[in-house]
């Protein structure tokens, strides 16, 4: 269930937010992307062999991407305020199994405040060295990107519960 809080010019009819701005391809990418660093967390946080990641599925919609590029974070960075190749992935690494397992089906647990926008380096940095590696948020970023982050993570969360 995405976000579908838009209508079609006053007319009444509710739009699905994906359509409407016409990014249909660019949030497919940034949620595959999300997918495979989630696979890569799964690998590492897990003691078990690495096809345990394929097949894992995720509670973002293409919508939801949507929501946290273009309103939450208005399409721009977190941490360098800069809107060229951004990417969505977790901004804690977990301190637990983010695997769900209902049957056969394997899932994350990754939720709409988990997550940030980022240029590609610095996804790339954050996830070699907070996700994967053994860095803290406090070694890699100052004291206001941290706050900055953690009051749009807050935002995330009140938006969440509406979905």
């Given at each position: 269930m995405g976000f579908t809080g838009l209508t079609l010019l006053g007319s009444g009819y509710p739009m699905d937010y994906v359509t409407f701005k016409g990014r249909n391809k660019m949030y497919d990418a940034l949620l595959a992307f999300l997918q495979s660093s989630e696979e890569k967390i799964v690998r590492t946080t897990e003691d078990a062999p690495p096809e345990l990641a394929v097949g894992l599925r995720?509670?973002?919609?293409?919508?939801?991407?949507?929501f946290l590029l273009e309103d939450l974070y208005k399409g721009k960075s977190v941490v360098s305020n800069l809107s060229s190749r951004i990417l969505i992935l977790r901004w804690r690494k977990p301190t637990k199994s983010t695997?769900?397992?209902?049957?056969?089906?394997?899932?994350?647990n990754v939720k709409l405040r988990d997550l940030v926008c980022m240029t590609r380096e610095e996804a790339i940095r954050h996830q070699r060295e907070v996700l994967q590696g053994d860095k803290t948020l406090e070694e890699l970023y100052d004291a206001d990107t941290i706050?900055?982050?953690?009051?749009?993570?807050k935002e995330a969360e009140t938006y969440e519960s509406y979905r």
């Open positions: 995720l509670p973002i919609t293409s919508g939801d991407i949507a695997l769900v397992r209902i049957e056969a089906q394997k899932s994350s706050a900055t982050v953690e009051a749009k993570l």
